[in-house]
């Protein structure tokens, strides 16, 4: 069975443009959550979707968004990037909500200048 | 949310038993302990998890005290590969996961 597929695995973009990350969760698994990763501020929550529907929402500003398919794929958008936004972004997927175990995908790298 | 703490690093030999703590004082009845590590260039991987009893799987073993306010992951003989970082995660439902710092393991040769 396939992991958690991550797309594009790095990426760099510059001040005030907008990136869309892509994830494929494990076929079967309904539940799709995002992550963010920095040095400093290690793994912080972003949002979960579950059946196309958002459940939970980390503490970030409004330019970060996401949505879920119905097959289940999610993607992540960030408006306007700010060079805070440079961080590994992680995509995890499980069967149903939590305390479901989650599998991860190896994250994008991005970038911004 | 319960919050949870660890320290932030420790070192063990290797093919000896390691013991990571963590302290979770805050953790509701309902809270499963999960554990999951993260090896460089690498998303977290799940490791283990439990509510009240000691589990046992082929990564590891979870002893969780008696009172939940604590638990320990047990490697029972670490190997270069389990140098990684240790998280220790409440988690029920319907709430926001946090990760917080983890701990990060060195396995010396």
């Known amino acids: 069975k396939a992991g958690v597929t991550q797309t594009p695995r790095y990426l760099i973009k510059t001040r005030g443009q907008q990136v869309t990350l892509s994830c494929s969760p494990i076929?079967?698994?309904?539940?799709v959550s995002w992550y963010q990763q920095t040095p400093g501020q290690g793994l912080q929550f972003l949002f979960e979707?579950?059946?196309?529907?958002?459940?939970n929402k980390g503490n970030f500003p409004g330019r970060f968004s996401g949505r879920q398919f119905s097959n289940s794929r999610s993607e992540m958008n960030v408006s306007t990037l700010e060079l805070g936004d440079s961080a590994l972004y992680l995509c995890?997927?499980?069967?149903?909500?939590?305390?479901?175990?989650?599998?991860f995908g190896s994250g994008t790298q991005l970038s911004v200048l | 949310d319960a919050k949870t703490t660890q320290p932030n690093s420790m070192e063990s030999n290797e093919e000896e038993p390691v013991h990571l703590p963590c302290n979770h004082s805050?953790?509701?009845?309902?809270?499963?302990i999960h554990w999951y590590r993260q090896l460089p260039s690498q998303g977290p991987e799940y490791v283990i998890h439990?509510?009240?009893s000691n589990v046992n799987n082929r990564m590891a073993s979870l002893a969780i005290a008696e009172d939940r306010k604590s638990s320990t992951l047990i490697l029972h003989r670490a190997t270069l590969r389990d140098a990684a970082v240790y998280y220790c995660?409440?988690?029920?439902?319907?709430?926001?996961?946090?990760f917080g710092t983890g701990t990060r393991l060195t396995i010396i040769p």
């Open positions: 995890a997927s499980s069967l149903d909500v939590a305390p479901e175990k989650l599998f």
């Open positions: 076929s079967g698994h309904r539940s």
């Open positions: 805050t953790i509701s009845g309902t809270d499963y």
């Open positions: 439990g509510l009240t």
């Open positions: 995660i409440p988690i029920f439902g319907n709430e926001k996961l946090t």
């Open positions: 979707y579950f059946s196309e529907t958002q459940r």
